[in-house]
């Protein structure tokens, strides 16, 4: 009976749901610059339509995400920035019951800037319009509809640029907690 209720996957199919999270971002800099190094990590949130796709455990996801974030360089200069987000994950689900199934992902994101590009007095700082990062999650299901999740979003492109004598990049590495509720 525990073998049964162990192997058991979580339901096959296709699922359509709503998805949210919190992000805290933190910027890291191409050099070690004193003036824009600042320890704290940046909030923002995400939200949007969210499909997931299983058949024996093996699957993935894939969701349409507006993003907001926070941003900052120094103590007094932080932005907004907003995004459209698209995750696709390849992700691995184990039905522990037919109450709780716990999961694992990984997989691209890719980035797409709908906001001001431009940081700062001088537009000497701009961010890029495309970013592509890669997730690494994990998380569980309650009673086939509930998603609670933490993932970490690392950086794989520059996210965005100081132009000036040198040229500087930007790198925004993000732990993300989320919730869904699928159909």
Same mark, same amino acid.
Request: charged share 15%; no cysteine.
């Given at each position: 009976?525990?073998?049964?209720?162990?192997?058991?996957?979580?339901?096959?199919?296709?699922?359509?749901?709503?998805?949210? /999270?919190?992000?805290?971002?933190?910027?890291?800099?191409?050099?070690?610059?004193?003036?824009?190094?600042?320890?704290?990590?940046?909030? /923002?949130?995400?939200?949007?339509?969210?499909?997931?796709? #299983?058949?024996?455990?093996?699957?993935?996801?894939?969701?349409?995400?507006?993003?907001?974030?926070?941003?900052?360089?120094?103590?007094?200069?932080?932005?907004?920035?907003?995004?459209?987000?698209?995750?696709?994950?390849?992700?691995?689900?184990?039905?522990?019951?037919?109450?709780?199934?716990?999961?694992?992902?990984?997989?691209?994101?890719?980035?797409?800037?709908?906001?001001?590009?431009?940081? /700062?007095?001088?537009?000497?700082?701009?961010?890029?319009?495309?970013?592509?990062?890669?997730?690494?999650?994990? /998380?569980?299901?309650?009673?086939?509809?509930?998603?609670?999740?933490?993932?970490? #979003?690392?950086?794989?492109?520059?996210?965005?640029?100081?132009?000036?004598?040198?040229?500087?990049?930007?790198?925004? #590495?993000?732990?993300?907690?989320?919730?869904?509720?699928?159909?």
């Amino acid at each position: 009976m525990l073998t049964l209720g162990i192997a058991q996957p979580a339901k096959a199919g296709i699922e359509f749901g709503l998805e949210a /999270g919190m992000n805290l971002s933190k910027l890291s800099v191409s050099k070690n610059l004193k003036q824009f190094t600042d320890p704290q990590n940046r909030y /923002g949130f995400y939200v949007g339509p969210k499909m997931n796709f #299983n058949f024996l455990g093996f699957g993935g996801d894939v969701a349409l995400l507006y993003n907001q974030r926070r941003l900052s360089l120094t103590d007094h200069t932080s932005k907004t920035f907003r995004s459209v987000e698209v995750p696709v994950n390849f992700r691995y689900t184990l039905g522990l019951s037919s109450i709780v199934a716990v999961y694992a992902s990984t997989g691209p994101q890719f980035g797409f800037n709908i906001g001001n590009r431009k940081w /700062g007095i001088v537009d000497a700082i701009k961010r890029e319009n495309m970013i592509v990062s890669w997730n690494i999650g994990a /998380g569980v299901k309650l009673a086939g509809h509930v998603e609670l999740g933490i993932g970490y #979003n690392i950086m794989l492109s520059k996210y965005a640029k100081i132009y000036g004598a040198d040229t500087y990049f930007f790198r925004a #590495n993000t732990f993300q907690v989320q919730a869904a509720y699928l159909f």
